[in-house]
């Protein structure tokens, strides 16, 4: 019996401002893992669900990112090759917020 996307739960939902992302692990050890996500903005006001983003959105976004980074690291099951990619890309993330961190700092 195959499952379908529909029927599949989340391996873990993740936020960051309205930016909501379900994360989806599928496989096994035998045939390895696999991970899938998506991105939705939820309108506060009545709860509706959107794929389009907004400008505002993009500082939500790559604390997202940070935060899918930072999941999926934590995951034992990652294979070795994503994993170093996603810990670059999770240094490089820290060090703009690193350095945002100290502008804003200086700027105030």
């Known amino acids: 019996m195959r499952i379908t996307p529909i029927e599949m739960k989340p391996y873990e ?3 960051a401002g309205r930016l909501t992302s379900a994360l989806y692990k599928t496989g096994d050890e035998l045939i390895g893992w696999q991970y899938r996500f998506n991105i939705y903005r939820t309108d506060v006001s009545n709860g509706a ?3 389009w983003l907004t400008p505002n959105d993009l500082k939500h976004l790559i ?3 940070h935060v899918l980074c930072s999941e999926l ?3 034992g ?3 070795s090759d994503q994993r170093e990619s996603l810990e670059e890309l999770l ?3 820290e060090a703009i917020s ?3 961190k100290s502008k804003s700092r200086s700027d105030g």
């Open 49 to 51: 669900v959107s794929h």
């Open 77 to 79: 099951c990652i294979e």
């Open 63 to 65: 604390s997202l990112v």
């Open 73 to 75: 690291l934590a995951d």
């Open 13 to 15: 939902l993740l936020g």
């Open 91 to 93: 240094g490089k993330l």
């Open 98 to 100: 690193s350095a945002n």
